[in-house]
């Protein structure tokens, strides 16, 4: 227990010093975006990213900076980031639209079902911190009147907790499911920013394979499989190749 103790005694200071350290940087990085220093502004927006801390606010605000700062392809690369961490954000989706008009690949996305595209819509309206705090709350609720089915001798009561308790189980269980849906996209990253001005799609993991086809630096790609140097994407108008790890930066 004594050690437990040091541990903590040790370790709890420099963490409030790093915390601290980390708001003096983001109101001084603030303060560089203000009187429009940017770069300024990214370096230490970055330096903090550096220290292991990671939010969507953080990451928008560096999108912002590399935009005012003419970087597009880290713009749309960080919104992209933000928006994984805040699906639900208007004004995250807003700039990152700003964004994509300077991309030059366009891509028509594949039509989804409409339950497919309304159960997405539905999961994106939270992160998953949100949507996992959602399936506790509910699931308490299902124990309270869980207990009053049992102990009630009310048969009005019973009844009505009963049901109820049904549906609060199946709504904490599908709740749960979309904080794990959002959780996964966080922990793969399976998508990725092109970075490479242009480059040639194959058919195959080497410069010898067939050109399939040609994409520009901005697009968003989503990464399907990996080999040596190669990575395998896939377009959301559900064309496929293969293209150098390179010329892409993970979401």
Not at 146 to 156: A, C, D, N, Q, V
Not at 218 to 229: A, C
Request: net charge positive.
């Amino acid at each position: 227990m004594k050690q437990y103790i040091l541990i903590l005694i040790l370790v709890i200071p420099g963490l409030l010093s790093a915390q601290e350290e980390n708001t003096q940087l983001w109101e001084k990085a603030n303060a560089y975006y203000t009187t429009e220093e940017y770069q300024q502004a990214i370096s230490i927006y970055e330096q903090i990213l550096s220290s292991g801390e990671e939010s969507a606010k953080l990451y928008f605000n560096l999108g912002n900076a590399y935009y005012k700062a003419g970087d597009i392809n880290n713009a749309i690369l960080n919104y992209e980031r933000a928006k994984l961490l805040a699906p639900q954000d208007k004004d995250i989706a807003f700039n990152l639209q700003i964004a994509n008009q300077f991309v030059v690949t366009k891509i028509e996305p594949l039509p989804q079902p409409f339950f497919l595209r309304w159960r997405t819509s539905v999961i994106n309206k939270h992160s998953a911190d949100t949507w996992a705090y959602i399936s506790a709350a509910s699931f308490i609720a299902f124990l309270v009147l869980l207990g009053l089915f049992l102990f009630s001798r009310i048969p009005g009561v019973r009844r009505l907790s009963f049901w109820l308790g049904i549906l609060v189980i199946i709504f904490s269980g599908f709740t749960f499911s979309f904080a794990a849906k959002q959780k996964k996209k966080i922990v793969e990253r399976k998508s990725a920013i092109v970075f490479c001005p242009r480059v040639t799609v194959k058919s195959s993991p080497r410069e010898s394979g067939t050109d399939l086809f040609l994409i520009y630096e901005g697009l968003k790609v989503e990464i399907t499989d990996s080999l040596n140097t190669w990575k395998e994407i896939k377009l959301a108008d559900g064309n496929e190749g293969w293209l150098p790890d390179s010329c892409i930066v993970k979401i």
